[in-house]
């Protein structure tokens, strides 16, 4: 491909040096057909008063080789001011005078098979003509345009050579990233060696090496994320193993009961569990959401609507507080609702009974819209905040029933907006989320 654009491109270059070289050549025998005539005119003036002392000049033979090559192609002829030719060069054939009258001016004219570039010159005492055969012009034009040409072409061969040892040679590397990827299995994610690379792949080199940390990060979430999995779901269904077995070896009613109900409590914390450990797979695995308009307040009220039943059975106040009247963002309402579901069924696992959650959404002095979940619980210590992300950890309220995703998702969530998100635990917790 290279060496096919390189010789159009010299095809062009090859036509636009004719042309140039024509309309140069052009130019230059004009002005030289020109400034023959005159300077003959000049030396002549005299005699062509008194033209009797012109001799018409004779149509001897040159000797040398090189004369009778030209001495057939320029010619000039002296004409009195009555238009009778009264001198003439070897082998000049007569150009007829189209007008007395007419000025000095080119023209071409074809005398037998041969086109002549002719310039008369009519002067005071007489008119002057001086030609050239056109050939002797293009023979020049091909002459050069041959000589650059045939360099050209004789360094294509060579331009070949060099094309096809640089490409090969600058494609090594890029072979050898190849063979290192090619001989990998899909465990083998660490970085490719990037010593000696090229400037040209090196972005593509660095780029790859990105794309293994970031598939390296992923599978090792995954693997903690299983292995946390299977750890988590272990404990809820060998509890249910338990109950079981003491439903079908108790005789008693009452207690045969109790492990009944205790099975129905463990069902309902699995299914918890795995709801979660579903909706962090699910936003685990997205790197962009669809972003629509959302209206806060909506979310909320629906929220609510769900959880009711839940603080009911506590005797918790859960309420919602509107301090702007404009409560519409930009996100993707699935998420937004899952991020508050998980913010207000966390505040109402962890406050005691008869407590409050009020959920809020007002203006900041920034025109940034916030939404906070508030609550009067148990709180958490300073230190601990952080943790408070971590997959599967509940601190020190072990006795809580949850899964310790909650937090997690919604953390998650977070990122996939660019929202910021704030912990301040001050008789209870409060959580802050702040929307661009």
Sequence with gaps: MLLSTIFLVWIVMVLEVYQETEHEISELFDANLSQSANV?????????????????????????HYKIHYDRKVAFLIYDIHGNLIAKSNHAPSFLISSLSQSTHYEDIQIDKY????????????ILQTAERKDVREELIKEIVWQMLKTLLWSLPFLAILIYVSIRHGLKPLQRVANDISQRNSEQLHHLDNKDIPLEIKSLVDTLNNLFQRLNQTFENERRFTADAAHELRTPLAGLKIQAQLALQNQNNELRSQALQNILTGVDQAHHLVEQLLTLARIDGNQTLEMKTVDLKEISEKIIKMLISQAIDKQQDLGLLILTSQTQIQGNPEALEILLRNLVDNAL?????????????????????????????????????????????????????????GLS???????????????ESNAGLTVTIIFP
């Design 349 to 405: 696992r962890y406050t005691p009974e008869n407590g409050e959650i009020t959920i809020s959404i007002e203006r900041l002095e920034t025109k940034q819209l916030c939404l906070k979940v508030k609550d009067n619980g148990i709180g958490v210590s300073q230190d601990k905040i952080e943790k408070l992300f971590e997959r599967f950890y509940r601190g020190e309220h072990q006795h809580i029933k949850g899964s310790g995703l």
């Design 115 to 126: 086109w002549w570039r002719v310039f008369t010159l009519k002067a005071q005492y007489g």
């Design 40 to 64: 003959i005119y000049q030396l002549l003036a005299h005699e062509m008063i008194e033209h009797n002392h012109l001799k018409i000049l004779s149509e001897s033979k040159p000797d040398l």
């Design 409 to 423: 998702i919604v953390k998650r969530i977070t990122q996939l907006h660019h929202l910021k998100l704030n912990f």
